[in-house]
């Protein structure tokens, strides 16, 4: 029969807490040890004084997070763990077999005599009345040890003792099973049941119900770009097939996102806001308003957070702390919605609002204005709106800027040539459409775009004849490049493996967005003339810097797509659009040629057709048939037959002749 009880000191529930406490402390110490910053330490990021200024402020903002949330936490964590440990370690756990040998000192098998014999010697050592009591034993603890001791004497030499032993485990016969339950008794005393039941009912009815339901309704109300239905909705009636940034921008302003964002903020500074934004912008900010707000006027939430957006673009200096921390959270929100704005307009395949969404990542990254011609020097540390307005008509990119500004002993040019050393221009290596395992592009093929890119930023050292040098390719590496070009195509990845070591852009110059930018591009590939796009965008990221020295001096990168179902040449064009720097784009056209088949050789036809070629009576083969595609004829059972009956009949004409 098995006896239950339960831990009256608590301690065998300790054990299991303090389990429970360790799992969890352990790996959150080593992820708080091994932090993100001193991941950032370790990434290549841009030097300038004001990217340096802006990783010393988060790294104290985090800090400070850390310190008061997160690190004292764990402390408490911790002196948790102390605490039970010490606890737990006093308790004595008896888990012990009775084992009558071990408790005389004796091996297993010997005889009745010595055991007699050696029991005599203990009791003579061991005997209450031949023991002396030191510091550490009590007349209580001298005579328990010589009764275990006599007892398992006992068991070993009293036949009816022995017999219990060898039939039950125990000498004095068979015991009751006591199994320990690690719950204290107070949890299941009559008198505390009600508090018990009380806190299973508000965990278990009321709290994960609760969690479940917030989680289920909350996701329901929104899209699968994680988006209100309500946004996706003003998104998909705001955009039109020609919307330009400014449309996209208002747009923008009607997500339902910003009443959860920005519904605190202080009126009176909102108001003084505004103001400066109007003076600065103009007509261009009257016709925002109407964009966004229509024919009322009124101010709520959404207005407000794009004020605060709008601040941030002509870098506006904000004193309240609560604008502040509001203008960080619409900042923060804003490209979750730009995608949303992205996917929508990808969905109807519309050329001009995708590459606009696609552009402003990088003026509000950079926060610049949408529009402004020459706002790409905007984006060099210390730069002023007076410095751009200032220059000469002939300095047109960042070199001459640079150029420009050493002829007047400037002094931020230091500061301009670090931004300028982790810039990100892009540079188009090779770009074409491949076919795995054909020689030319046919209808309907499954075709890859391969473009091969790398970084080239402005260049600030002094070059030969007006271009950087390059090594020398050898003919085995062009082989060696062709093989991995071929074994790329035929992988499944959309990027090729970075080789080793290998040095990338890393962390944006994004000086006044609120946390660090991992620079980016988009690669998109549209019909520009009839503003479609042929192949959805795709980012991009991790594209190499130039090194001369390597053979191999590019990272190759495919989109997949499958080409027109009719014959012609189709001039499309190639976009990179950074997501990070105004400006930086790349724009490429390319022209896809799609041939009929009978260009192919017989070889490759034939072999085209045991493979690929479906039966004239499937669904497929239909298809095939009605787009004058080659089809496999089907033999019925008739004709079987009849061939057969035709042989069998020439077969009894030929006996007849014989006769």
Known sequence: MAGYKYDESGSMALFFVLTVLVIVLVPVTLS?????????????????????????????????????????????????????????????????IYDPFEILGLKSGVTEKEIKSHFKKLSKIYHPDKVK?????????????????????????????????????????????????ALPRWIVEAQNNIWVLGIYALIFGVSLPALVGNWWFGNMRKTKDGVFAQTAASFFKSITENSDLEEVV??????????????????????????????KLGEQWRHLRVLVKGATGARDSKWNALVLLYAHLLRLPLTDASLKKAQSNVLLQTPHLLNALLTISMARNW??????????????????????????????????????????????????????????????????????????????????????GERIITPSAIVFLVVKLRLSPPSLEPQMNGKALESEVTVGDAIANAKKDEEFLNSGNDAEDLQSPSSSLGVGHAPHWPVNRKAGWWMVLADVKSNRIVVPPVKITDVPFSHAERSRNYRSYKLKFQSPPNVGLFTWRLFLVSDTYVGEEVVQDIALHNEDVSKLSVEEQGAEDEISDPEEDSLAGQMAAMQGRPVKKRRDESDEESSSEEESEAANDSSSDSD
């Open 133 to 181: 009591l030191t510091a550490n034993d009590t007349a209580e603890s001298v005579a328990a040890k010589f009764v275990d001791i006599t007892k398992a004497y006992k068991s070993l030499t009293d036949e009816t003792i022995r017999k219990n032993f060898e039939d039950y485990g125990h000498p004095d016969g068979r015991q009751e099973i006591s199994m320990g339950i």
């Open 32 to 96: 708080f040890i091994f932090s993100s910053s001193s991941k950032e330490s370790r990434t290549a990021s841009c030097q300038c004084g004001e990217c340096a200024e802006k990783r010393t402020r988060l790294r104290k903002a985090r800090g400070a997070v850390s310190i008061s949330r997160k690190g004292l936490l764990l402390a408490a964590g911790w002196a948790l763990v102390g605490i039970i440990a010490y606890k737990v370690s006093g308790v004595v756990v008896e888990t012990q």
């Open 250 to 279: 208002g747009a923008l302003g009607k997500a339902t996102e910003w009443e959860q964002v920005a519904h605190k903020v202080t009126e009176k500074e909102l108001g003084r806001l505004e103001e400066s934004i109007e003076v």
């Open 351 to 436: 050329y001009h609002p995708t590459v606009a969404v696609m552009r402003l990542h990088a003026y509000l990254f950079q926060a610049i204005v949408p529009g402004d011609a020459v706002s790409k020097f905007r984006q060099l540390p210390g730069i002023e709106e007076a410095d751009v307005k200032a220059l000469p008509e002939d300095v047109t990119d960042i070199e001459d800027f640079v150029h420009h500004l050493e002829k007047k002993g400037d002094g931020r040019v230091a500061d301009i040539k670090k931004a300028a050393d982790r810039w990100g221009r892009l540079e188009l290596v090779d770009v074409g459409f491949k076919v795995i």
